[in-house]
């Protein structure tokens, strides 16, 4: 790569932080090194432009790591960092607290190199599609603001991005709706019409064939003519967005909330994140195909 992919590693083992380095370097990370959070926050301070990603250490000598984390989402140059959490506990309070925080990757230590890079890459990419997102929403025109009331049909991840980018607008709540709404219209292509559960694609991300899939699914006989709908009602106090799509549902319960055994794999935590940052209140009707998203505009 042109650049190096910049990581932050904060621990206060310096064993665990050579580690780590030597884990990254293999897929072209250079690392810089922080011991205690006064060290990893002077260098947040003098670097965080360049920094891509974060792997703290829970529990550090000079205090606790999610009290880094706090500091660092009040600025908006570090806001957007990916943080990783690693612990030697595996105290499902502890998870349920930094699941809570934000922090949607959880690694308890000991853990390999093949674990930390396909984590540390899914947390790229995921903040990498939502700044995608903000810049894209900030091109768009403010008329959408006067929709109230509107139905779209749409059958590739594209067109529920596109989908996603110019509605958010309708409410000016940022690009929190702008990820939340992409979730789940993305997920009634690929999980519901298509059929690409999780283990699934878990196994096409990792070969890195899940692009060629969804490709060869949308061509394919059996799901060349599904599609899935969106409405939008916008009221003076709320928005209301319902999708539904032509699947058969699936168990969403599973999926509305990260838990510890959900806390290391590579995807899984769109729903729970959309309905965190994304909506007011995000329901599911019937067997899972259609999902109801509520924006209250009065808490903007």
Not at 11 to 38: K, P, S
């Amino acid at each position: 790569m042109a650049d190096a992919v910049t990581a932050l590693v904060v621990d206060d083992e310096e064993m665990t932080r050579a580690i780590v380095a030597g884990y990254l370097a293999r897929i072209g990370y250079r690392t810089l090194e922080a011991a205690t959070t006064a060290q990893a926050w002077e260098i947040l301070s003098a670097n965080g432009a360049a920094i891509h990603v974060v792997l703290l250490d829970r529990r550090l000598s000079d205090g606790d790591g999610l009290e880094l984390y706090e500091r660092m989402k009040g600025v908006p140059e570090l806001a957007d960092i990916p943080v990783i959490v690693q612990t030697i506990s595996d105290s499902s309070a502890e998870i349920a607290a930094a699941i809570r925080a934000g922090v949607f990757y959880y690694l308890i230590k000991p853990y390999d190199g093949a674990l930390l890079r396909s984590v540390v890459r899914a947390a790229e990419e995921t903040t990498g599609r939502l700044k995608s997102l903000q810049g894209d929403l900030r091109s768009r025109s403010d008329a959408i603001a006067l929709l109230r009331d509107a139905r779209f049909r749409f059958r590739t991840p594209q067109e529920a991005q596109n989908l996603a980018i110019a509605l958010s607008s309708v409410a000016s709540t940022g690009h929190s709706l702008t990820f939340g709404l992409s979730e789940i219209l993305v997920n009634a292509v690929e999980h519901g019409n298509l059929g690409i559960g999780f283990e699934a694609k878990g196994r096409l991300k990792a070969s890195g064939m899940l692009a060629r899939e969804i490709e060869a699914r949308l061509a394919s006989s059996e799901h060349r003519d599904k599609y899935a709908t969106l409405h939008v009602e916008r009221s003076d106090s709320r928005v209301i967005f319902t999708v539904t799509d032509m699947g058969p549902g699936f168990d969403f319960n599973r999926y509305l909330s990260v838990d510890a055994s959900q806390s290391h794999a590579t995807h899984g935590r769109g729903i729970a994140l959309a309905r965190m940052v994304g909506f007011d209140q995000l329901t599911f009707v019937g067997t899972g195909n259609r999902v109801v998203g509520i924006v209250n505009l009065d808490r903007v």
